[in-house]
């Protein structure tokens, strides 16, 4: 990981930086939230403190730990001890190999998600996820996307939370459960996609809904977190709003932002390619402007519960740091998934994502190949690869099954850079207030 990691760890160390850049993150509240939902946290009225768990522990994990574990002890209504799931596993540290677990114990730093950032001592890092989660009210899940299907059952179990009887989100002895998502990535589902939000919602039989915070990047100095929300919105102030780090409400629009958060790091791959290639700004410049472009048809068009679809507040997110903002630092900045997609550019695809990902990252996980998968298999199930040109060539040569061999050393020619890559046509129209389809 060196770079990138050590780049990350540095800048984000520095939170007593001035808001220069509000950039680069959004979070979002369920939309659909009940009014007890609503209420705000304990400790107003006697309520019991809520207890907070993060359920993840990288380079995003440790960045959002360190922000949230302040603010349980500076705001009212929390409970001062956080805990934290960690992965287990051995680190060399000091020379000597050690449990990661224990070391950030001992040493209140994530030497290797996180090196050199102070981790605040409140925060207390458990290696068991049951015992991580016991008895917590509210849970935030950060950890790479693939890695979500295994642990909601253990989490699920160890807070009560059954698939019949009881209220949804309550578990035993009534303590109301809740969650915030910071996880960027999308499931398959029956409908071809699935968002994050719904399959935790799902795996904590219906416990979920504090909200839906579609993250920041760990490396900024300053960061916005706007969050589409209906719901406990002083709840997420409470806990992720820093001098350096602020959250900004959108409302109902919680499953666009959820995908931007997905997609951008699809079109991030896109972008990096231009870098490997050589090619210029104009040219990366047209690719992350179609890139936005295709994030909103499919946004608009291929969620799940387009029903219930509020363009205006889609089209506020997308101006947004979980819109723009988020696009433009991981398609330019200290980004994993751009690292890794020049190099493959650049090297014409000779070591494959896998590869990439194990020698470059150490230990960090790439989003952007799975959910470009993901995202193609939505696009293909709907028979639409032609309204999607962009998200489409960045899939096939680099990643879909015919494209490896010949078709990686055609990321350039005949691949993401024919002419008829770019520019949203077949149809599609901007109305003012939504994209529409002749
Ligand atoms: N790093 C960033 O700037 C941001 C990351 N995110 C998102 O947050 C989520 C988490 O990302 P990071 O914290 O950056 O993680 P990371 O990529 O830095 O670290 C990987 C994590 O996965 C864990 N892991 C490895 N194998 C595992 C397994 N079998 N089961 C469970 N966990 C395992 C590792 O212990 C480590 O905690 C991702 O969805 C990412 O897209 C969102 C915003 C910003
Ligand atoms: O989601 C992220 C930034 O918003 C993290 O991006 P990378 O995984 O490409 O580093």
Request: charged share 20%; glycine share 14%.
């Amino acid at each position: 990981m060196a770079d990138t990691g050590a780049g990350i760890a540095s800048a984000h160390a520095d939170e007593s930086m001035s808001m220069g850049s509000m950039t680069s993150c959004e979070s979002l509240l369920d939309a659909d939230l009940g009014g007890a939902s609503r209420q705000p946290l304990g400790g107003g009225g006697g309520a019991a403190p809520e207890r907070v768990a993060i359920v993840g522990s990288g380079n995003w994990g440790s960045a959002i730990a360190r922000i949230v574990g302040r603010n349980v002890i500076e705001q009212e209504g929390f409970e001062h001890q956080i805990r934290q799931w960690v992965f287990p596993e051995k680190v060399s540290h000091n020379g000597v190999e050690a449990c990661l677990t224990e070391v950030i114990n001992k040493e209140h730093e994530n030497v290797k998600y996180l090196p050199g950032v102070k981790l605040p001592e409140n925060l207390v890092a458990e290696g068991d996820l049951a015992l991580a989660v016991k008895d917590a009210t509210i849970l935030i899940f950060v950890l790479p996307h693939q890695f979500l299907g295994r642990v909601l059952p253990t989490v699920a179990e160890a807070l009560g939370l059954t698939k019949s009887g009881g209220t949804a989100g309550v578990a035993p002895g009534g303590r109301r459960i809740r969650a915030v998502s910071l996880i960027k990535g999308v499931d398959k589902g029956p409908d071809g996609l699935k968002l994050i939000s719904d399959h935790i919602r799902e795996g904590l039989c219906g416990a979920v809904p504090l909200g839906l915070a579609d993250e920041d990047y760990a490396s900024c100095r300053a960061a916005g977190l706007s969050v589409t929300a209906d719901a406990d919105t002083d709840t997420l102030r409470l806990l992720f709003n820093r001098p350096t780090f602020r959250v900004t409400v959108v409302r109902n629009a919680s499953a666009t932002v959820e995908l931007c958060g997905a997609l951008k790091n699809v079109v991030a791959l896109g972008a990096a390619f231009c870098d490997g290639l050589g090619y210029g700004g104009n040219t990366k410049a047209a690719i992350v402007r179609t890139g936005l472009a295709e994030m909103q048809v499919f946004a608009q068009r291929l969620r799940c519960d387009a029903s219930a679809f509020d363009a205006t507040a889609s089209s506020r997110a997308f101006l947004e740091s979980c819109g723009i903002g988020d696009l433009m630092t991981t398609c330019y900045g200290a980004s994993r998934n751009r690292k890794c997609a020049e190099m493959f550019a650049r090297e014409s695809g000779k070591r494959s994502w896998e590869q990439l990902e194990a020698e470059e990252l150490g230990g960090m996980k790439l989003q952007g190949p799975s959910t470009a998968v993901e995202a193609f298999g939505v696009i293909k199930k709907k028979k639409c690869a032609r309204k999607f040109p962009l998200l489409t060539t960045i899939y096939r040569p680099s990643l879909s099954p015919g494209g490896e061999g010949a078709g990686r050393a055609s990321v350039g020619a005949g691949g993401i850079l024919e002419p008829r890559g770019f520019g949203l046509s077949d149809g599609w129209s901007w109305t003012g207030t939504r994209w529409s389809y002749d």
